[in-house]
């Protein structure tokens, strides 16, 4: 990875990192689905006078539809999740879901760290489910682990997407997902529920989320999947899980076990030696 890459792997690092934390902000003054139609309404916004609207392919559409799914999903687990921690540790069940993906439909060669590591991985995050502040809410990790297959699905169609913009695909999901989510709420109700805010921090957050999550996180993991190999580009969140479950402590005054801890060094040593393994096919920005 070059040096202009490894920059933006670390923006992507910590805007994701701010995004757990501004996401968890605005589900508990607001649900989830008023959340996500107020992100998806304001990212729509920001970016339309930047892009011109055409007929999108199948693959964008396929890709920002799983990306719908996974941000729906990701709110609905923090809004059930009593803290942080055992949320962004699940979440990092999308690298060895990437490396599955990535191997049996593109032949992303794996090697027998890899291999090990998606073990080890799936391992830490399973040690989560017997911590008692987890179990509680384990609800919230199963949740989540259905957010991180929809990330790994899109990014399968991601590295497809070669010669698309990445600001451009974080405009169709938007676009896509507001009447998705919208005819979803009519329909389902619950969790789903329309249920608004327009307090300080719901706004705050909301415009943090839109910029560090939907603009500089999201928008850098895509540049850098047109890329890299999908383990190689996914598991570089594996950072994520640390900063924000300390940003979490410190400003949200939230619990974290030594359980919780232990679970999220197993699966970062896991996604580690995703990371290290060898890869045969090398970075083409042209898929």
């Given at each position: 990875?070059?040096f202009l890459?490894s920059l933006?792997?670390?923006?992507?690092?910590?805007a994701?990192?701010v995004?757990?934390?501004?996401?968890k902000i605005?589900v508990?003054?607001?649900?989830p689905?008023?959340?996500?139609?107020?992100?998806?309404a304001?990212?729509?916004?920001?970016?339309?006078?930047?892009f011109?609207?055409?007929r999108p392919?199948?693959?964008?559409v396929?890709a920002?539809?799983?990306?719908c799914?996974h941000?729906?999903?990701?709110?609905i687990s923090?809004s059930?999740?009593?803290?942080?921690?055992?949320?962004?540790?699940?979440?990092?069940?999308l690298v060895?879901?990437?490396?599955?993906l990535?191997?049996v439909?593109?032949?992303?060669?794996?090697?027998?760290?890899?291999?090990?590591?998606?073990?080890?991985a799936?391992g830490?995050?399973?040690?989560?489910g017997?911590d008692?502040?987890?179990?509680?809410?384990?609800?919230?990790?199963?949740?989540?682990?259905?957010?991180?297959?929809?990330q790994a699905?899109?990014?399968?169609?991601?590295r497809r997407?070669?010669?698309?913009?990445?600001?451009?695909?974080q405009?169709?999901i938007?676009?896509?997902g507001?009447?998705?989510?919208a005819?979803a709420s009519?329909?389902v109700g619950g969790?789903?529920?329309?249920?608004?805010?327009t307090t300080p921090a719901f706004?705050?957050?909301?415009?943090?989320?839109?910029t560090?999550?939907?603009?500089a996180g999201?928008g850098g993991?895509?540049?850098?999947?047109?890329?890299?190999?999908l383990v190689?580009?996914?598991?570089?969140t594996?950072?994520?899980?640390?900063f924000a479950t300390?940003?979490?402590?410190i400003?949200l005054?939230?619990?974290?076990?030594p359980?919780?801890?232990m679970?999220?060094?197993?699966?970062?040593?896991?996604?580690?030696?995703i990371q290290?393994?060898?890869?045969?096919?090398k970075?083409?920005p042209?898929?």
């Amino acid at each position: 990875m070059t040096f202009l890459h490894s920059l933006v792997a670390l923006g992507v690092i910590l805007a994701f990192s701010v995004n757990i934390l501004a996401v968890k902000i605005a589900v508990g003054e607001s649900s989830p689905a008023f959340f996500a139609v107020m992100r998806f309404a304001v990212v729509a916004l920001l970016l339309l006078p930047f892009f011109r609207i055409r007929r999108p392919g199948r693959d964008t559409v396929i890709a920002s539809l799983f990306m719908c799914l996974h941000f729906v999903l990701l709110f609905i687990s923090l809004s059930l999740s009593q803290g942080v921690g055992p949320v962004v540790i699940g979440l990092q069940l999308l690298v060895p879901f990437a490396a599955l993906l990535g191997a049996v439909f593109r032949g992303e060669y794996l090697s027998f760290s890899a291999v090990l590591g998606i073990v080890v991985a799936f391992g830490g995050v399973v040690s989560l489910g017997f911590d008692p502040i987890v179990f509680e809410h384990i609800d919230a990790l199963l949740v989540v682990f259905a957010a991180a297959c929809a990330q790994a699905c899109a990014t399968l169609f991601m590295r497809r997407l070669g010669g698309l913009h990445p600001l451009h695909l974080q405009l169709w999901i938007a676009l896509l997902g507001l009447p998705l989510i919208a005819l979803a709420s009519a329909a389902v109700g619950g969790r789903m529920e329309f249920v608004p805010s327009t307090t300080p921090a719901f706004v705050i957050a909301l415009l943090v989320a839109v910029t560090c999550g939907s603009i500089a996180g999201h928008g850098g993991l895509f540049y850098l999947v047109q890329r890299y190999p999908l383990v190689l580009s996914t598991s570089l969140t594996m950072a994520v899980p640390f900063f924000a479950t300390t940003m979490s402590a410190i400003f949200l005054d939230e619990i974290i076990t030594p359980r919780i801890i232990m679970g999220g060094l197993i699966t970062i040593a896991g996604v580690s030696l995703i990371q290290f393994g060898k890869y045969l096919k090398k970075p083409d920005p042209s898929q």
